[in-house]
């Protein structure tokens, strides 16, 4: 029952953050092109971030203080990526992913939806400047795919929120690997080694039963400031820290139950008629009583679910849409309808439109048809093809591996970053769209 709570906890977070990340771009796009407000929106992201201590700039890359855009980006979208490796290691203890019949379908699906966006943007792109942003189009955004599903109530099955949800996980997977492997940059192996050191001893902290979170989070953002400055994306050091987080509660749970109920026992409880008195307030022995009860709570949930649980609503309502808010500006002006249906804007429409939803399809009808694992229960074909429609939603993800693929590519990338947007933007919103209209269609008319 708990598993499933959280689960019905995480859709609902994911499905409302949709709505502010929906307002953060059109806010975005307005900045963008409002002659007035541009310039301050333009120049905004090159004000210098720095949190000194000393001689010591923690917000520093190279010895050079980071932007505001790089401070986005860099660090609070390395937080992004720790809840994502947070989500990552419950899934596997506890949730879908624990379970390798469960969990076989939508791996397979997410596998089929990352590989076929990459090969049509990599034949679109064959012998052009832009062929480094190949996995652009692989990612789907959780909260988008999620808010469009909520749209639709409860007349969508459980389980292909959990299809979709756990899809998207394991795309979440695929991307950090990819990040890791091809947007890395000249490596300080020194720097590398320090913070395989101070992992090391993040996972000798779990293995001791450490539960203090000051403890795993100063360690992290040491490996993150490392990871920074070695050459690998810091994102990177995000996920390898939430892996050493311990997912084990800080008291053993007979002991909470025991506390509790010698708590309750001893506690005197108010009756009814003080419960009723507008001024009753607690005794000082009742206030005591409760601060244990409050105390031992506390250490019956453990910290990777701690972190997580505190963390979701930083990362939804906060992170993302400012990253959004800061990446999704496309300037229209002098741009042309042609360049929608051309160049690297229209690889990354045919990936995320054409390539997601045949590769969640197709690989998920032939696990279904081998027998591999079951269709989601209460679901048919036109559903679970609709919800493939929803996976090319790649909003965060695709515009964070744009930036990678283009940002540092001088005045070329620019224009190729400018058209990458756009491309994930019209993209997302087409996928959007025909998955909602598709689903509306397929689904009972009554829950």
């Not at 690998?232 to 053993?252: D, K, M, R, W």
Request: hydrophobic share 55%; net charge neutral.
């Amino acid at each position: 029952m708990s598993i499933f709570y959280s689960t019905q906890k995480a859709l609902r977070n994911h499905a409302s953050s949709g709505n502010v990340l929906i307002v953060a771009t059109v806010m975005a796009l307005v900045a963008a092109n409002i002659p007035a407000v541009s310039h301050y929106y333009t120049s905004l992201w090159n004000y210098h971030i720095s949190f000194q201590i000393g001689d010591f700039n923690l917000f520093s890359h190279h010895g050079e203080p980071m932007t505001l855009m790089q401070f986005i980006n860099d660090a609070l979208m390395a937080v992004f990526f720790f809840v994502i490796g947070l989500e990552i290691k419950r899934e596997v203890l506890v949730g879908e992913l624990s379970s390798f019949r469960h969990a076989l379908l939508p791996i397979i699906a997410a596998c089929g939806g990352m590989v076929v966006p990459v090969v049509i943007f990599s034949y679109l792109a064959a012998g052009t400047d832009y062929i480094g942003g190949s996995a652009i189009p692989m990612a789907t955004d959780i909260a988008f795919s999620l808010g469009v599903l909520a749209m639709l109530g409860k007349r969508v099955p459980i389980s292909l929120k959990v299809f979709l949800t756990t899809l998207a996980v394991v795309d979440d997977i695929g991307g950090i690997i990819v990040i890791a492997l091809f947007y890395t940059t000249t490596i300080e192996y020194m720097l590398l080694l320090y913070a395989f050191g101070l992992l090391v001893l993040l996972a000798l902290g779990a293995a001791m039963h450490i539960k203090s979170k000051l403890y795993y989070i100063s360690i992290g953002i040491a490996v993150w400031f490392l990871f920074l400055n070695s050459g690998i994306h810091p994102t990177i050091a995000g996920v390898l820290v939430a892996f050493c987080i311990p997912s084990t509660p800080v008291t053993n749970l007979k002991v909470f139950i025991r506390d509790l109920r010698r708590c309750l026992i001893r506690v005197k409880m108010p009756t009814d008629a003080e419960l009723e008195d507008s001024k009753f307030i607690l005794s000082k022995e009742q206030m005591n009583w409760f601060k244990q009860i409050e105390s031992a709570s506390d250490k019956a949930i453990s910290p990777l679910q701690d972190l997580e649980d505190s963390l979701h609503s930083i990362v939804d309502y906060v992170i993302v849409p400012l990253f959004a808010f800061a990446n999704a500006g496309i300037c229209f002006s002098g741009m042309q309808l042609f360049d929608v249906y051309s160049g690297v804007s229209l690889a990354i429409i045919c990936g995320l439109v054409l390539g997601k939803f045949t590769g969640i399809f197709i690989f998920s009808w032939a696990t279904i048809k081998m027998k591999l694992a079951p269709m989601p229960m209460h679901s048919d074909w036109k559903m679970l093809a609709s919800v493939s429609m929803l996976g090319g939603i790649g909003f965060t993800v695709s515009l964070f591996i744009a930036n990678l693929s283009f940002g540092t590519m001088g005045a070329e990338g620019v224009q190729l970053l400018n058209d990458s947007k756009l491309g994930i933007i019209i993209g997302s919103i087409l996928s959007g769209i025909l998955g909602y209209a598709f689903l509306s269609m397929s689904l009972p008319k009554k829950r």
